[in-house]
C-alpha cells in the first residue's frame, strides 16, 4: 500500500482519530488513519467479530437526468442495465488506451439518479473522465461532486450486523449483498446504509453527511462495546482485502491494465457497449500476454510492490503488484502479473527479494 508525501486534506473525523491515537500518514492526498492498536489486532477484530473504519477519503459523485443511466452505462465495463433500484454493482471504467482510469461502486438510486464512489486518488481524474465523456456523447444529465460533504464509514465483520442493528429500525437483514437502503442511523436521519465491504468479513459501509458523522461514529463505537469493537485503519484494511484477492487501484490494477488480465472478466460483460469494448472483448477472446494471479511465498520473505518475479533460469516472468505478511494465514502472500504460462495453481517462480531469490507458487483466490 502506497503513501504519497503531497500536502494532506484532512477528513471530518481527522481530531478524533489523533485523540484516538491513531498514526496518520498522507493516503491520495489526504491524512489518513493508518492504525490505531495495531495492525494485528485490528486485522483479527474484523475477521472475528467487529471493527470500524473511516475511509472519507473516497469520492462520491451524484449522477442525476434523463440521460443518467446511458452514461453510466458507457463508462463502465458491467451490465448497467442488471441493476435494480437500490442495487450497488462493482465496476471498472475503461480509458482509451486499454486500461482502466478507476474501479468503483455504482450504486442505482431509480433509472435517472446513480451515486458513484471512486478511489480517494482518482477523484479529480475520475471527474474530468465523466465529464469529458458527458460532452462527447451529449448525455443528458447533471453530475455533482458531493466527496468534500460526505463521509464513509465502514463497520465490518460478522457482528457488524448486531451492532448496527441496535442503532436503526431498519431491517438490516432485509438488505441483500450489495444493496442498500437509506434512513435513520445512529441519530443522524439521512444515512445510506450499504451491504458492502473490502474486507470480505462482511459488514456495511455507511455514508452520512460530515455534520453527522461524529455522532455517528461515536454511536457506533457505543453499541459494538459488548463485540469488543475497536476503530481500524488502513494497513488493516490492506492486509484483509488481500487475504480476499481484491485490487487495489494504483498497485493492482491501473491506465494500464486490462479488467481481462487482472481476472476481472467477471465484471466486464459485452452485452451492451462501452468505452473501448473492441479492445478488451479481442482480449478475451485471442487471449492476453499477462495474467494477474496470487501466489504464497514457499520459502522465507516478504514480497512487495515491484518486485521482480523470475523463473527458474533468472528470466524476469513478471513483477509483483502487492503483497503482506498475512495474520490470518501466518505466511506470505502476494498478487502479481505474470505470463500466462506461470497462471496455472501451484505454478513455481522465485520474488526477488534485495540480493536473494525466493521461491514462490501460484495459488487460487481468494487467499481466504
Same mark, same amino acid.
Given at each position: 500500500?502506497?503513501?504519497?508525501?503531497?500536502?494532506?486534506?484532512?477528513?471530518?473525523?481527522?481530531?478524533?482519530?489523533?485523540?484516538?491515537?491513531?498514526?496518520?500518514?498522507?493516503?491520495?492526498?489526504?491524512?489518513?488513519?493508518?492504525?490505531?492498536?495495531?495492525?494485528?489486532?485490528?486485522?483479527?477484530?474484523?475477521?472475528?467479530?467487529?471493527?470500524?473504519?473511516?475511509?472519507?477519503?473516497?469520492?462520491?459523485?451524484?449522477?442525476?437526468?434523463?440521460?443518467?443511466?446511458?452514461?453510466?452505462?458507457?463508462?463502465?465495463?458491467?451490465?448497467?442495465?442488471?441493476?435494480?433500484?437500490?442495487?450497488?454493482?462493482?465496476?471498472?471504467?475503461?480509458?482509451?488506451?486499454?486500461?482502466?482510469?478507476?474501479?468503483?461502486?455504482? /450504486?442505482? +438510486? &431509480?433509472?435517472?439518479?446513480?451515486?458513484?464512489?471512486?478511489?480517494?486518488?482518482?477523484?479529480? %481524474?475520475?471527474? $474530468?473522465? !465523466?465529464?469529458?465523456?458527458?460532452?462527447?456523447?451529449?448525455?443528458?444529465?447533471?453530475?455533482?461532486?458531493?466527496?468534500?460533504?460526505?463521509?464513509?464509514?465502514?463497520?465490518?465483520?460478522?457482528?457488524?450486523?448486531?451492532?448496527?442493528?441496535?442503532?436503526?429500525?431498519?431491517?438490516?437483514?432485509?438488505?441483500?449483498?450489495?444493496?442498500?437502503?437509506?434512513?435513520?442511523?445512529?441519530?443522524?436521519?439521512?444515512?445510506?446504509?450499504?451491504?458492502?465491504?473490502?474486507?470480505?468479513?462482511?459488514?456495511?459501509?455507511? /455514508?452520512? +453527511? &460530515?455534520?453527522?458523522?461524529?455522532?455517528?461514529?461515536?454511536?457506533?463505537?457505543?453499541?459494538? %462495546?459488548?463485540? $469488543?469493537? !475497536?476503530?481500524?485503519?488502513?494497513?488493516?484494511?490492506?492486509?484483509?482485502?488481500?487475504?480476499?484477492?481484491?485490487?487495489?487501484?494504483?498497485?493492482?490494477?491501473?491506465?494500464?491494465?486490462?479488467?481481462?488480465?487482472?481476472?476481472?472478466?467477471?465484471?466486464?460483460?459485452?452485452?451492451?457497449?462501452?468505452?473501448?469494448?473492441?479492445?478488451?472483448?479481442?482480449?478475451?477472446?485471442?487471449?492476453?500476454?499477462?495474467?494477474?494471479?496470487?501466489?504464497?511465498?514457499?520459502?522465507?520473505?516478504?514480497?512487495?510492490?515491484? /518486485?521482480?518475479?523470475?523463473?527458474?533460469?533468472?528470466?524476469?516472468?513478471?513483477?509483483?503488484?502487492?503483497?503482506?505478511?498475512?495474520?490470518?494465514?501466518?505466511?506470505?502472500?502476494?498478487?502479481?502479473?505474470?505470463?500466462?504460462?506461470?497462471?496455472?495453481?501451484?505454478?513455481?517462480?522465485?520474488?526477488?527479494?534485495?540480493?536473494?531469490?525466493?521461491?514462490?507458487?501460484?495459488?487460487?483466490?481468494?487467499?481466504?
Amino acid at each position: 500500500m502506497s503513501t504519497d508525501s503531497t500536502a494532506s486534506k484532512r477528513i471530518a473525523l481527522h481530531d478524533k482519530h489523533v485523540a484516538l491515537g491513531a498514526k496518520m500518514v498522507p493516503f491520495a492526498g489526504f491524512d489518513m488513519p493508518l492504525q490505531y492498536a495495531g495492525l494485528a489486532p485490528e486485522h483479527h477484530a474484523v475477521r472475528n467479530s467487529v471493527g470500524m473504519f473511516d475511509v472519507s477519503h473516497m469520492g462520491e459523485f451524484g449522477v442525476k437526468g434523463k440521460d443518467a443511466e446511458a452514461l453510466v452505462a458507457w463508462i463502465c465495463s458491467n451490465n448497467i442495465s442488471k441493476v435494480v433500484d437500490m442495487q450497488a454493482q462493482y465496476n471498472c471504467m475503461p480509458n482509451d488506451e486499454g486500461g482502466i482510469v478507476d474501479d468503483l461502486i455504482v /450504486y442505482r +438510486w &431509480n433509472s435517472t439518479e446513480y451515486t458513484l464512489v471512486v478511489n480517494a486518488g482518482n477523484i479529480a %481524474k475520475d471527474w $474530468d473522465w !465523466i465529464m469529458k465523456q458527458k460532452e462527447a456523447k451529449g448525455f443528458d444529465c447533471e453530475i455533482e461532486d458531493q466527496s468534500d460533504d460526505v463521509s464513509l464509514l465502514a463497520v465490518q465483520g460478522p457482528n457488524a450486523i448486531k451492532v448496527l442493528q441496535k442503532l436503526t429500525d431498519v431491517d438490516l437483514d432485509a438488505i441483500q449483498f450489495y444493496h442498500f437502503a437509506a434512513g435513520d442511523l445512529g441519530g443522524s436521519t439521512d444515512v445510506i446504509i450499504s451491504n458492502t465491504g473490502y474486507t470480505g468479513s462482511g459488514g456495511f459501509e455507511l /455514508y452520512v +453527511w &460530515n455534520k453527522d458523522a461524529s455522532m455517528v461514529w461515536d454511536a457506533v463505537m457505543e453499541a459494538g %462495546k459488548e463485540f $469488543d469493537i !475497536i476503530p481500524c485503519g488502513l494497513a488493516a484494511r490492506d492486509t484483509l482485502r488481500l487475504e480476499k484477492g481484491y485490487c487495489l487501484y494504483g498497485n493492482d490494477i491501473d491506465n494500464t491494465t486490462s479488467p481481462i488480465e487482472a481476472g476481472l472478466g467477471w465484471i466486464t460483460k459485452f452485452a451492451e457497449p462501452f468505452n473501448n469494448q473492441a479492445y478488451h472483448k479481442n482480449l478475451k477472446e485471442n487471449g492476453v500476454s499477462r495474467k494477474l494471479v496470487g501466489f504464497e511465498m514457499v520459502e522465507r520473505g516478504i514480497p512487495r510492490q515491484h /518486485y521482480v518475479l523470475v523463473d527458474a533460469e533468472g528470466n524476469t516472468i513478471g513483477e509483483v503488484t502487492s503483497g503482506t505478511q498475512s495474520p490470518s494465514l501466518d505466511k506470505a502472500i502476494g498478487m502479481g502479473y505474470v505470463k500466462p504460462e506461470y497462471a496455472a495453481a501451484d505454478s513455481e517462480f522465485f520474488v526477488q527479494i534485495r540480493n536473494k531469490t525466493v521461491k514462490a507458487k501460484t495459488t487460487k483466490l481468494p487467499f481466504l
